[in-house]
């Protein structure tokens, strides 16, 4: 007997106001989060994902890579239960498997859950995943508690739920008629006359409903937030300009540097180094000659290459010490630069701009230098 997952993400989002499925989270949409953990548990035959009409050309495009070259995408229905039905129906070859249904809402499964579940479903036709309720429940009318509910045997349903591929068959051989009358599919298969086993889940495994879930999720995805720091300095001397975060100012002044002297790219680099304690820039580039006179942005470019996929950047606070020319005016051009190489938003750069304000003590007439402070994050 194999397992087999259907995944459903063909809601039409409409209290969410969009495709939820599609949000993205650390640059990766809702709905992958899903297939990844089913992936990783290397349980399954077959990985169905049902999906709205609209998004037929948008997700298949998302699953260019080689990992998803088995996922089966199929068009879904104008319901939930109509839509499982389809990817339900997209099934070869045996018909003795475990089906695993889950919604593509539920990013924060995890592979460990899964795997729980794979091993409690092995002997019982049908199981949900689900949640004893710990609150008190109030049964409410037009805004008013009416009465305390006992909550002794109450839990909250889940996802995934596993059936035994005969019984959904049969389920839909009598009711496919009427399954929209059903919330899923275990009540489907309950009025159909089967035991329906809880297996409990102690793990987070919140649905998306509205735009504050996708905050909410998010930030219980942060398995970790750490810091890195990068200093450079440079010579200047007589010339056409200087290049700051891969903005070219002119001015009479040069960096004098084996690279483009860029210090404000360079620190960036640094700081990412540090923080992912990759070494420093110096042993990714060391002065030769294919380094001379290079862009320090595609330097940059390069060690974001390094950076693993499940890491992604907070927030970068520089400070650039420089006499003349006076930066305030170029800030904004200088983030522009940056953010789309950094892969961040331009909010999620601050520059400031410091002089030596006279001190004798620290002559920064023929200097310059640039302080990165760099926060990232890591995700489950």
Request: glycine share 6%.
């Amino acid at each position: 007997m194999k397992n087999i997952a259907i995944i459903v993400g063909a809601g039409s989002g409409e209290r969410f106001g969009s495709y939820k499925q599609v949000e993205m989270i650390n640059n990766k949409p809702v709905y992958k989060y899903s297939i990844d953990a089913f992936l990783d548990s290397n349980c399954f035959s077959q990985i169905i994902l049902a999906i709205p009409k609209k998004l037929l050309r948008v997700i298949p495009r998302q699953l260019k890579d080689n990992r998803y070259k088995d996922i089966v995408v199929c068009e879904g229905g104008k319901t939930r239960a109509q839509s499982v039905y389809n990817a339900f129906s997209k099934i070869t070859g045996n018909k003795k498997n475990k089906i695993f249904i889950h919604d593509a809402a539920r990013p924060l499964i995890s592979k460990k859950t899964i795997l729980d579940l794979v091993s409690f479903s092995k002997k019982e036709k049908a199981v949900i995943l689900a949640k004893k309720i710990n609150e008190t429940v109030k049964s409410v009318e037009e805004g008013r508690s009416k009465f305390t509910v006992d909550r002794s045997s109450l839990w909250t349903s889940e996802t995934p739920q596993v059936f035994n591929q005969e019984i959904l068959q049969e389920a839909y051989d009598k009711k496919l008629d009427i399954i929209d009358e059903f919330s899923d599919e275990a009540s489907l298969i309950e009025e159909c006359g089967y035991e329906v086993k809880i297996c409990e889940n102690k793990s987070l495994n919140t649905k998306i409903t509205t735009v504050e879930d996708i905050d909410l999720i998010s930030k219980n995805m942060i398995d970790n937030v750490f810091f890195g720091i990068g200093l450079d300095c440079h010579s200047l001397e007589e010339g056409s300009g200087i290049i700051i975060g891969g903005y070219q100012i002119k001015c009479n002044l040069k960096s004098v540097a084996h690279s483009d002297g860029d210090v404000l790219t360079h620190a960036i680099i640094d700081a990412l180094c540090g923080a992912l304690n990759l070494g420093d820039i110096g042993q990714h580039f060391p002065n030769t000659p294919n380094n001379k006179n290079i862009s320090s942005i595609e330097l940059l470019k390069k060690i974001m290459l390094l950076t693993p996929s499940n890491i992604s950047i907070i927030n970068i606070d520089a400070s650039i010490v420089l006499n003349n020319p006076k930066i305030s005016k170029y800030k904004s051009k200088i983030i522009s630069k940056l953010a789309p190489v950094l892969k961040i938003s331009e909010s999620q750069i601050s520059i400031k701009g410091i002089t030596s304000n006279g001190l004798s003590f620290l002559n920064m007439k023929n200097g310059w230098g640039a302080e990165v402070i760099i926060s990232l994050k890591k995700w489950k």
